[in-house]
């Protein structure tokens, strides 16, 4: 059974396009996240959605937009598609958001490779 | 063998051998750690994590050291196989900070029959 699953697992667009990538997670988790790896293999933050409500929200162009129609599911929407964005998104949850005195290890889902050309 | 994970250096080790890979982390206030390994093609996957009030926790092959004095987290790796090829990070969190991780650079590590 797949705990976190992302769709597209490969995406290669041009650039200006709009697309998106989805995520869903059926281990019951109230939180969920959106990361950026870049070419460098470095992996930083984006977003992260607490049962639906947005809490972390780092310094990402307002051409990304994330969405969570329901507590299993977190989207991503990119606008206006640069060649800067290719990258490797990875969709990832945890139990609770980390509100109380202890953090919650984060599951990671299998990445969605992302190609602006 | 040894080096710090601070800019995607590779670990090269024997099978049988134990790795030590390191991570300089950044925020002194940070009290969870984790280490995660990412395979080719794939999401990071837990490891082992430990929280700030211990300075060593150990899991199956695998042994985790916090030194908070110098800021510096450490993964063992007992009997090196050549499953255990993969790039390693560390990570920090900070309770109350919405869970949000600060990855390291990673460290790649390589095994060989």
């Known amino acids: 059974d797949t705990a976190v699953s992302q769709t597209p697992k490969y995406l290669v667009t041009q650039m200006g396009n709009d697309k998106s990538i989805k995520c869903e997670q059926n281990l019951g988790h109230d939180t969920m996240y959106w990361y950026k790896q870049d070419s460098k293999k470095f992996l930083k933050i984006m977003f992260s959605y607490n049962n639906k409500e947005l809490i972390i929200n780092e310094t990402v162009p307002n051409r990304f937009s994330p969405k969570s129609p329901d507590k299993a599911h977190l989207n991503l929407h990119i606008n206006s598609l640069e060649l800067g964005d290719s990258a490797v998104y990875f969709c990832?949850?945890?139990?609770?958001?980390?509100?109380?005195?202890?953090?919650?290890?984060?599951?990671f889902g299998p990445g969605t490779r992302l190609l602006v050309l | 063998g040894e080096n710090v994970g601070l800019h995607l250096p590779t670990l090269s080790v024997q099978e049988g051998d134990n790795s030590i890979i390191n991570c300089a982390y950044s925020n002194s206030a940070s009290d969870y750690f984790i280490w995660y390994k990412q395979e080719s093609g794939k999401g990071p996957q837990f490891i082992i994590d430990?929280?700030?009030?211990?300075d060593k926790r150990q899991g199956q092959r695998v042994t985790v050291l916090l030194n908070k004095t110098v800021k510096h987290l450490s993964l063992q790796i007992a009997a090196t196989q050549p499953g255990d090829s993969a790039v390693y990070f560390c990570?920090?969190?900070?309770?109350?900070?919405?869970?949000?991780?600060?990855f390291g650079a990673g460290t790649r590590l390589a095994v060989h029959p």
């Open positions: 990832a949850s945890s139990q609770v958001a980390g509100l109380t005195a202890y953090q919650e290890t984060q599951y």
């Open positions: 990570a920090e969190t900070l309770s109350g900070g919405y869970n949000k991780l600060i």
């Open positions: 430990i929280r700030s009030n211990m």
